[in-house]
């Protein structure tokens, strides 16, 4: 303790410390304190991470401007990217440590959010309306931030504020103060962004909120939360595109979970990833900047709609803390939370605490305002700004032998490692409904597989064969190669802007991506729509997933139509040529037939209802359902054809609980019998 002694009494007779964190990781009866100068780097690449013996290297403070390196859309506010080179670190035991820490008054003053409700809720509601509702997204998180003057010493304030958010608040992930000479970072942020120990890369999605009731857990209102459509489709969305981000960086990864996160003001739901890698852990950083959770997906378009919608940077907010280390056999280790629930503390006192909402496509603008309230209840309460929450741990008593500096006071060894309440999670109807989530996954994700090699023996029509995937600007063509990988199949990615030739592969998948197909002054689209035209004028083999699909249908001569009700991460049972599958969707537009025939450039078009099975030999069949045209139509979610596939849902989701095997199944029959297709013939979707 004698460390973090020594900066408690140089800060409470009014000196500067220096630079210094004190974190309490989850589950952890210590408090790991580090000392060290604080430099500033440009990239993450620049963070040093040099040999030499295990333990704590760098902390950094990785800024939501970071995602530059990337090459996203990011308001530019000049936050920097500064770092606390570590020389030295001690364990401080927790409950000593909170008899150390102060533990008077905090006193804000003009606390307020700089947007009203009204004003959130506009905004809110816009974005549901001209992003998800146009097809730019399935989710997106919008912030706003609860801005505050600290009256006293800010050091002092936010060393008290650890404090009480290390006895009143549970789950935590990381709780935390850094204090950089430049400003301090106090919070208890629930969220695991990435972690890399013994080349094991683990994130942590967490998302969809219930608020706890003022006079504790309702089991009632807890059950309805665990069946809200809303709060299902947040987290699995969230899901689907930390598994985009491990197919960046690991072999796939594997889901686990999900269980629940109870906090004092209220409980999450969340999943746990995990997958083996062998990279650099700047670059694992640099790869999965930043989660869905704070973001949106798919990852590039959400920040494209936060720099529109929001306006303004984010300073910190939705960045990571970032632990690097080396382990005792040199190994490189990170430990990552996201920085939210999280005040950030000028030398002059200026408060700021920006929260955020996930919005999807079953949002309200009053439900998500509310929200926002209640992300930022546990750390406004630790600032006084709000009642604490009923429940809260009581004052403790003395721990023998402990030393308190001057405005601390002493707390039990009981209250100094606060954890989850029991009686939610345990529930049997809890879990329940919990694994009644998995159940409708894919168990491509959710079954452990072998490593990095096939999990099955590829199909003697797919080993080998290569395959170009064209990105639309939707990593779920990292997913798809996996699963492509797995089927046998050698596989290269490019993006849309540099396909190249194409001729040199046995198979072409025009990818996912958002955007409107029908836009024909879009680079994107109009780069897309000359891939797939290319390919069907040469009979070339094409899978074409989502917006290739679309892109598909619409030169096949098939309309293309907005649906008034988006399917953004929307799950359910179809009939695929005669086979019944769940899968997953992400659209907001879809193709549409006439419930007879149509014509196309490719011969007449045959529809057919889902229940049967139409298309003699070498005729192309598909499937479709009702869908939101005009009278005698039908919305188009897959075709085959002379040499093609299209599929309007996404095999490699999460979603897609038959996604994998549907995958397989239509390429072996896709690289077998595309010259099969006599002369004359047209396709047929049903």
């Known amino acids: 303790m004698r460390l ?78 500064e770092y606390l080179h570590i020389s030295g670190h001690e364990r401080a035991d927790l409950a000593g440590a909170l008899n150390v820490l102060p533990a008077g008054d905090v006193t804000c003053e003009n606390g307020r959010f700089d947007s009203s409700d009204d004003e959130y809720a506009r905004v809110v509601e816009a974005v549901l309306r001209d992003e998800i509702g146009r097809g730019e ?63 094991l890369v683990l994130m942590n999605p967490i998302s969809g909120t219930h608020r706890l009731p003022e006079g504790g857990p309702d089991r009632a209102a807890l059950l309805r939360f665990l069946t809200d459509p809303k709060e299902i489709d947040e987290l699995h969305m969230v899901l689907d595109e930390e598994l985009k981000m491990m197919a960046r960086v690991t072999d796939g990864g594997a889901v686990s979970g999900p269980c629940l996160r109870e906090m004092t003001h209220l409980v999450h739901t969340e999943y746990l990833l995990a997958g083996r890698g062998r990279l650099d852990v700047r670059d694992v950083l640099r790869e999965t900047m930043f989660a869905p959770t704070v973001t949106g997906s798919p990852l590039r378009n959400a920040c494209r709609v936060i720099a529109r919608h929001e306006g303004r940077g984010r300073r910190y907010y939705a960045g990571v803390l970032a632990l690097l280390g080396r382990d005792g056999s040199g190994r490189q ?10 005040a950030e503390i000028s030398p002059a006192g200026e408060l700021r605490l920006p929260v955020g909402a996930t919005l999807v496509r079953h949002s309200t603008p009053a439900g998500e305002t509310a929200e926002t309230h209640t992300k930022a209840a546990g750390v406004l309460a630790a600032l006084g700004l709000r009642p604490p929450a009923r429940g809260s741990a009581p004052a403790p008593a003395p721990v023998p032998g402990s030393t308190p500096v001057p405005g601390s006071a002493p707390v039990s060894k009981a209250a100094a490692a606060p954890g989850r309440a029991a009686g939610l999670a345990a529930d049997p109807e809890v879990l329940a409904l919990l694994e009644r989530r998995v159940a409708g996954l894919s168990r491509f994700w959710t079954q452990p597989r072998p490593g990095p090699v096939p999990a099955t023996a590829p199909a003697p029509a797919l080993a080998g064969r290569s395959v170009l995937l064209v990105d639309g600007e939707d990593d779920f063509t990292g997913m798809l190669a996996h699963q492509l990988r797995d089927l046998g199949l050698a596989v290269t990615v490019r993006s849309w802007a540099r396909a190249g030739d194409t001729r040199e592969f046995d198979l072409v998948v025009p990818g996912p991506g958002p955007g409107d197909p029908s836009a024909r002054d879009d680079p994107k689209m109009t780069a897309l729509r000359g891939l797939v035209g290319g390919l069907l004028a040469g009979r070339r083999p094409m899978l074409a997933v989502c917006l290739g699909h679309q892109l598909l249908a619409g030169l096949l001569g098939l309309r293309l139509r907005r649906r008034e009700d988006t399917y953004q991460g929307l799950a359910r049972e179809i009939d695929l040529f005669g086979r019944r599958c769940r899968v997953g969707f992400y659209s907001t537009f879809t193709a549409v037939a006439a419930a007879d025939e149509t014509d196309t450039p490719y011969g007449p078009v045959r529809l057919a209802r889902e229940e049967h099975r139409i298309g003699g030999a070498g005729g192309a069949t598909g499937s479709a359902v009702n869908g939101t045209g005009g009278p005698g139509e039908r919305a188009v979610h897959a075709l085959r054809g002379p040499g093609f596939v299209g599929l309007q849902f996404h095999p490699e989701s999460v979603l897609s609980a038959d996604g994998f095997t549907v995958l397989g199944d239509l390429l072996a029959q896709l690289l077998v019998c595309r010259t099969a297709e006599p002369a004359g013939r047209g396709p047929v979707i049903g």
């Open 4 to 81: 973090l002694q020594t900066l408690l009494a140089a800060t409470a007779a009014g000196a500067d410390p220096g630079p210094f964190a004190l974190v309490r990781r989850e589950g952890a009866d210590h408090l790991d304190v580090y000392v060290g100068s604080v430099e500033t780097a440009d990239r993450l690449a620049d963070l040093p991470l040099p040999p030499g013996p295990a333990g704590p290297r760098v902390l950094a403070l990785v800024p939501y401007r970071q995602l530059a390196e990337r090459g996203f859309d990011c308001v530019d506010d000049g936050t920097p990217l």
């Open 137 to 199: 997204g399935a989710n997106f998180v919008i912030h706003r931030t609860h801005t505050a003057s600290v009256v006293g010493d800010p050091l002092t304030a936010a060393l008290t504020v650890l404090r009480r958010l290390l006895v009143g608040e549970r789950g935590a992930y990381w709780t935390f103060v850094i204090h950089t000479g430049r400003r301090i970072l106090v919070g208890a942020t629930p969220e695991r962004h990435v972690t890399v120990e013994d080349g």
């Open 333 to 342: 280790t990170l430990d990552a939370p996201i920085l939210i629930r999280t």
